[in-house]
């Protein structure tokens, strides 16, 4: 019966915690924002390159910045390749994204544990689970035509 409390346990837990992200868009403001990238490596979602090193080889514009709040678990799923952010980048007008900063910090401890005895033999058990946020923060940028060769 131990196992049983375990999944009434887990799915307690699983009901608890949110599981949708949290995308706040930011707009990039400058004088001059456009970069003349230098490469590195990306995956691609839904149409928007997600750079994960380095920044596209290409001319881009920053229009702003994408910050992705989310848990850590199997359900939460991760910011980068994810659809959502995909879809967010496209609504602003962006291409693609590029990786500038993911910290992961401890928000509290879920745990559970029983014990039962019997006579002079006594016998227990317990788990504990980290409740985690992950803060993935992207830069959204346009793609941009080449520059014009000078004469």
């Known amino acids: 019966m131990k196992f049983g409390s375990y999944l009434i346990g887990f799915a307690v837990l699983a009901a608890a915690i949110p599981v949708a992200a949290k995308v706040r868009f930011e707009a990039y403001e400058a004088r001059n924002s456009v970069v003349e990238g230098q490469g590195g490596s990306r995956t691609q979602k839904d149409g928007v390159d997600f750079w994960t090193m380095g920044d596209p080889p290409r001319r881009y514009q920053i229009i702003g910045i994408i910050r992705d709040n989310r848990g850590t678990g199997v359900f939460h799923g991760n910011a980068i390749g994810s659809s959502g952010i995909a879809k967010k980048v496209r609504e602003v007008g962006g291409d693609a994204v590029i990786l500038l900063d993911q910290n992961t910090a401890l928000k509290g401890i879920y745990s559970q544990g029983q014990a039962t005895a019997d006579g002079n033999q006594a016998s227990g058990s317990a788990f504990a ?23």
Do not use: D, G, M, N
């Open 129 to 151: 689970i980290p409740i985690q946020e992950r803060t993935t923060t992207f830069v959204v940028v346009k793609y941009l035509e080449p520059s014009p060769a000078a004469p």
